[in-house]
């Protein structure tokens, strides 16, 4: 059974620091796209970062650019997303998704398909 537990969230003061983790299980996912979107209330699921099999790609969104750093280990089957320079409109419920749809793939996609496994969701709050 394939499983994504998203860890590391939490409330830090704006400027602040988290970094969040994403443990996968159920088959190994080192040949896998892997990324982070993320959900404010009232608005729709967004795309942050994401990562290729190989490390060899990331993306960011515009709004994480420089601040945010996503990152993968793969013998540990393990993704993670460092957050620097946090920022109120940063809060928001953040899911780890994978695409294992295509093996070694370059390409990394920033809208939810054809991520087709997501993680529960993990709540990061930024307060001012």
């Known amino acids: 059974q394939v499983q994504l537990v998203e860890s590391g969230g939490g409330l830090v003061q704006a400027g602040g620091s988290l970094r969040l983790s994403c443990a996968a299980s159920?088959?190994?996912?080192?040949?896998?796209?892997m990324a982070w979107f993320r959900q404010a209330p009232g608005n729709e699921r967004e795309f942050v970062a994401g990562?290729?099999?190989?490390?060899?790609?990331?993306e960011y969104t515009d709004s994480v650019k420089g601040r945010f750093t996503i990152s993968r280990d793969n013998a540990k089957n393990t993704v993670y997303l460092q957050m620097n320079s946090l920022k109120p409109e940063d809060t928001a419920v953040y899911y780890c998704a994978a695409d294992l749809t295509a093996r070694f793939s370059l390409l990394i996609g920033k809208t939810r398909y054809p991520y087709n496994y997501w993680g529960q969701g993990t709540q990061v709050t930024v307060s001012s």
């Open positions: 990562i290729n099999w190989s490390t060899s790609n990331t």
């Open positions: 159920g088959r190994t996912f080192s040949s896998y796209t």
